[in-house]
């Protein structure tokens, strides 16, 4: 199916549906904090990608402007996340002493952020925008399980996180039945499974339980391949795990075409590349603040983003000065919550599940 158009693709780089609406290669140790900065700032950049790309096309789509970067490439920053995200999970989750604490991790991690930028969205949209609030999507999307549920996301960017909770169920049940011992045989098993999924039949695709329907399946080749990066940057280069990244980006291939496996050999060099240091001159305080931000930027920054740019471009404003306000705006507004929740919110909620007896190191 090399020429086949992914519905996934149609889905994740739609036009906005409302606008109301490491012997083996030497990886790159942890920095300050345990963290690895290079992967940091990735997420930092592809979290950019995202907000220009939304911003730029809806610049061009609404109000005719003559510059605009395609939503795909926000897609292909998205797929750069999941990558990152397989090298994150499978860092924290081989530190972790039980799924708990994988749980407590990820929860702390997530949670807070999401409720508190959810929240706000809701309520500028409602005061000072004047839009009707949708109660029941609210209190359904702040389950963040609305995909599973069947209830539309109230910002289309939370398709990508019922993707990542997806992929952390199956890590978790995985980890708990001590599969992860054998990464590579996962990993394997896992490009099988997607390699068959686009000829699984509607019927048997509703039988699965709700975690093993294509949110991961249809992205796995990304995973995996940041699983195998972490195994090869952390112990050693061996054949099996070369061999399966090369079997994902064939994965990526034949299932969603010749340029998504280009894309994904391409977004898999790129980590290489941060993992051994050829991307070193990358890390400075502006891309480490920048990486600091990525989720909360990521979490608010599109529909807020529409509804001042749409409000600024009704009082008058040009395509770029609209632009030139906005970012800044929502960059301030991510490190404020980066601050004032993200931050604060991991530290108190993990120290008080030690103080219950439940490990919870700070890992990403």
């Known amino acids: 199916m090399p020429n086949a158009v992914s519905a996934r693709r149609q889905a994740a780089a739609a036009p906005p549906r409302h606008v109301g609406a490491h012997d083996g290669v030497v990886g790159v140790k942890p920095g300050r904090a345990g963290r690895y900065q290079e992967i940091d ?31 795909q490439y926000g897609t292909y920053a998205v797929e750069l996340f999941f990558i ?22 990820r929860c702390t991690r997530l949670l807070p952020t999401y409720w508190t930028a959810l929240t706000l969205m809701v309520v500028i949209e409602a005061v000072l925008f004047g839009e009707k609030i949708w109660w029941h999507g609210y209190l359904v999307n702040m389950t963040m399980l609305q995909e599973f549920l069947g209830i ?92 399966i990244i090369a079997a994902a980006i064939a ?24 993992l051994t240091g050829w991307l070193r001159l990358l890390v400075s305080p502006a891309t480490l603040w920048l990486g600091a931000i990525s989720y909360p930027l990521y979490v608010s920054h599109r529909n807020i983003g529409y509804f001042t740019l749409r409000y600024l471009h009704q009082i008058g404003w040009s395509n770029i000065g609209a632009l030139l306000v906005t970012i800044p705006a929502v ?30 190191a700070q890992h990403s």
């Open 331 to 360: 960059l301030i507004l991510a490190t404020l919550l980066s601050g004032l929740v993200e931050r604060p919110a991991i530290r108190a909620l993990r120290q008080f599940y030690r103080r219950r007896g439940v490990p919870a």
């Open 41 to 71: 700032v990735l997420r930092g950049l592809a979290a950019l990608c995202v907000l220009l790309a939304h911003y730029t096309s809806f610049e061009a789509r609404y109000f005719g402007a003559t510059f605009s970067i395609d939503l």
């Open 84 to 105: 990152i995200s397989g090298f994150v999970i499978f860092f924290t989750i081989e530190r972790c002493e039980s799924w708990r604490e994988f749980a407590v991790l």
């Open 251 to 274: 994965v990526e291939t034949w299932t969603h075409g010749a340029v998504d496996g280009a894309v994904a050999l391409v977004l898999t060099g790129i980590v290489a590349a941060a």
């Open 152 to 243: 539309k996301d109230l910002d289309d960017v939370y398709w990508s996180l019922a993707v990542e909770i997806a992929f952390y169920l199956d890590m978790a049940v995985l980890f708990s039945l001590g599969a992860l011992r054998r990464p590579e045989l996962v990993g394997a098993f896992w490009l099988g499974a997607a390699l068959l999924w686009p000829g699984v039949d509607t019927p048997i695709v509703l039988m699965l339980p709700w975690f093993l329907r294509p949110f991961v399946l249809s992205w796995a080749p990304f995973f995996v391949i940041g699983m195998m990066l972490y195994l090869i940057s952390s112990q050693a280069v061996t054949r099996p795990r070369v061999a």
